[in-house]
C-alpha cells in the first residue's frame, strides 16, 4: 500500500497527529479498530467500504467518507480489494473545533462526512481533492480545508489535559516489547489488574494478553506495514476467540495437563 503522511501546520498541529493518504489493496478485507484516545475523519475517494459499531449494529455503508469521534468501543471497517481515500489522525480532543454540532453527540456513532460539512461542501472538497498533482498536493487540500473550518471550541484546554493523560498511558503499551499488565493497569488508575482485564476485554473482546499476541502476529506477517500500529485484523480476532471457547469448555483436568 502507498501511505504518505505529515503532520500539519500550526495551529492544526495542535489538534491532529497527521494527515494521510492511503491508497491500494489492505492486508485484510475486514480489520477492527478498538477503542483508542483519538478520532478519525476520512474523505474517501475511491470505492466505499463499510463501518459496524459494535456487535449489536449492523453495517453500513460509506461512500464518501465518514468522521469517528474517540471511541469507547471497538469498530469494524470492511474495505474493498482497492482503497483509496485521504484522512485525518484527530487527538482525542482535536475533532470538536472542526463540527458544527457537539462532539458528545457522535460518540461510538460513525457518521458520513456528508451529515457532518452537507453534501455540495463534500462534493466540491472531493472535486479539489481529484485535481490536486499528487498525495502531497492532496494533503494540502485536505489542509487548507481544515484551516478554514476551525473555530473556537469552549473548554478545550481540560479536555486536552485529560485526554493526553489517557492517550500516554495506553500508547505507551508496545506490543514488541513485554509488558507488565500490573504496571498498566496501576498506571491507568486502576485499583487492580482483574478489573482492568475485564474493562479491556469489554472494550476489545479479547484480554489483554490475547490483543498483544494478535498484535505481535500482525508485526510478524506484515513488517513494516503502514497499518501496523492501528487496526487488528478481524480473522485474528475470531481465530482467537475460537480458541477461548475451546478452551473454556475443556475440563479442567485436561487443562491442568496442557499448562504443565
Given at each position: 500500500?502507498e501511505?504518505v503522511s505529515?503532520?500539519p501546520?500550526p495551529?492544526l498541529?495542535g489538534l ?8 491500494g489493496?489492505p492486508?485484510y478485507?475486514?480489520?477492527m479498530l478498538?477503542p ?11 470505492d ?7 456487535a449489536d449494529?449492523s ?8 468522521v469517528?469521534t ?5 469498530l ?14 484527530v487527538?482525542?480532543?482535536?475533532l470538536a473545533?472542526f ?11 460513525p457518521v ?7 453534501r455540495?461542501a463534500?462534493a466540491e472538497?472531493?472535486?479539489?481533492l ?8 492532496m494533503?494540502?487540500v ?9 473555530t473556537e471550541?469552549?473548554?478545550l484546554?481540560?479536555?486536552r489535559h485529560t485526554?493526553?493523560v489517557?492517550?500516554a498511558t ?5 506490543p ?5 499488565w500490573?504496571d498498566v493497569a496501576?498506571g491507568a488508575?486502576?485499583f487492580?489488574q482483574a ?6 476485554r469489554?472494550?476489545?473482546g479479547?484480554?489483554p ?7 505481535r502476529?500482525?508485526l ?10 492501528w487496526?487488528?485484523?478481524?480473522d485474528f480476532l475470531?481465530?482467537g ?8 469448555a475443556?475440563?479442567?483436568?485436561r487443562r491442568?495437563?496442557w499448562?504443565?
Open positions: 500500500m501511505y505529515r503532520v501546520r495551529p498541529d491532529i497527529d497527521d494527515l494521510y493518504y492511503l491508497e489493496t492486508p478485507a475486514r480489520l478498538p483508542m484516545p483519538g478520532a478519525l475523519l476520512i474523505v474517501i475517494l475511491g466505499p467500504f463499510r463501518i459496524r459499531g459494535g449494529l453495517s453500513a455503508e460509506y461512500a464518501d467518507g465518514c469517528i474517540t471511541p469507547s468501543r471497538a469494524e471497517f470492511g474495505y474493498p480489494l482497492q482503497t483509496r481515500s485521504v484522512g485525518v489522525h487527538k482525542a480532543w482535536g473545533p463540527l458544527p454540532m457537539p462532539a458528545a453527540e457522535l460518540c461510538d456513532r458520513t462526512i456528508e451529515q457532518v460539512w452537507g455540495a463534500v472538497l472531493q472535486d479539489r481529484a485535481a490536486a498533482g499528487g498525495p502531497d498536493e494533503l494540502t485536505l489542509e487548507d480545508e481544515l484551516m478554514r473550518r476551525l471550541t469552549a473548554g484546554a481540560l479536555v485526554s493526553s489517557i492517550a495506553v500508547l505507551s503499551i508496545d514488541a516489547e513485554p509488558i507488565d500490573g496501576g488508575g486502576y487492580d478489573h482492568f482485564s475485564h474493562e479491556f469489554a472494550f476489545t479479547l484480554t494478553t490475547q490483543y498483544v499476541e494478535v498484535r502476529r500482525f510478524r506477517e506484515h513488517p513494516g506495514h503502514v497499518l501496523d500500529n487496526p487488528v485484523p478481524i475470531q481465530e476467540q475460537l480458541a477461548r471457547r475451546q478452551f473454556e475443556t475440563p479442567t483436568w491442568a495437563l499448562a504443565r
